[in-house]
């Protein structure tokens, strides 16, 4: 089963601050999602990536950037935060190589705080 | 562009009951449908997925779901629950598109009284 970690797993900081939130997997999968997860919604897509290099934008990106450096790490940054982007974020990865494209695994989510 | 709605925002059966979760989707053309589960505290663990060939999946666990074209739905069922199936369970889907993304419901909260 595909390992997905990340880091923090709690994170406070304040308006206007400069935060980046770490994902791993271990899996080898190629495509890799950053999501956000408010009370009373779904998992709503920040960018994704289906390869070290790449990034494409999700559904709802304003305020966040994201790079991934290599198979393995995937990074969201807020570099302006607002109290907005306070959320519970989850990465996951999935592989198309195996038929799984739709198939995601998601890591135990950052919380965020922004005051 | 694709939607998913669940009805239900909340759900509570006793230990041993049957239950359906109940999910609604809109899309012109080919599509991915998948149920995940989130315990509380945990990220989302895929459950399970159809995208052609018998409508009826299983998944783990003894979950099923049910695809109907005509009506837009993909049920999930599970014909006796236990209390550790107390979760939010999320239908999700995605137009063929090769991207991989999916959109997601806004999930029902599920609760086994014993």
């Known amino acids: 089963e595909a390992a997905v970690t990340q880091s923090p797993r709690n994170k406070v900081t304040v308006t206007g601050g400069n935060v980046t939130l770490s994902c791993r997997q271990t899996?080898?999968?190629?495509?890799m999602y950053w999501y956000r997860q408010d009370t009373g919604h779904g998992l709503r897509l920040i960018h994704y990536?289906?390869?070290?290099?790449?990034?494409q934008i999700g559904d709802v990106p304003d305020g966040y950037k994201a790079t991934r450096t290599t198979q393995e790490d995937f990074f969201l940054l807020l570099e302006l935060a607002s109290p907005s982007q306070t959320s519970l974020y989850f990465c996951?990865?999935?592989?198309?190589?195996?038929?799984?494209?739709?198939?995601?695994?998601f890591g135990p989510g950052t919380r965020l705080t922004v005051l | 562009t694709q939607t998913v709605s669940q009805s239900d925002a909340h759900v509570t059966v006793f230990e041993g009951d049957s239950v359906e979760l109940r999910c609604n989707y809109s899309y012109g053309g080919s599509i991915y449908l998948s149920w995940y589960i989130q315990h509380h505290g945990r990220g989302l663990q895929f459950l399970l997925k159809y995208y052609s060939g018998n409508p009826v999946v299983q998944g783990v666990n003894g979950f099923e779901a049910e695809f109907s074209k005509s009506d837009s739905s993909f049920h999930l069922r599970k014909a006796s629950v236990h209390w550790s199936d107390s979760a939010v369970y999320f239908c999700a889907v995605s137009g063929n598109t090769n991207t991989g993304k999916l959109t997601f419901g806004d999930g029902t909260v599920l609760t086994v009284k014993p």
């Open positions: 996951a990865s999935s592989d198309d190589r195996t038929g799984g494209l739709y198939e995601q695994y």
């Open positions: 990536s289906y390869g070290a290099g790449n990034l």
């Open positions: 899996n080898s999968h190629n495509y």
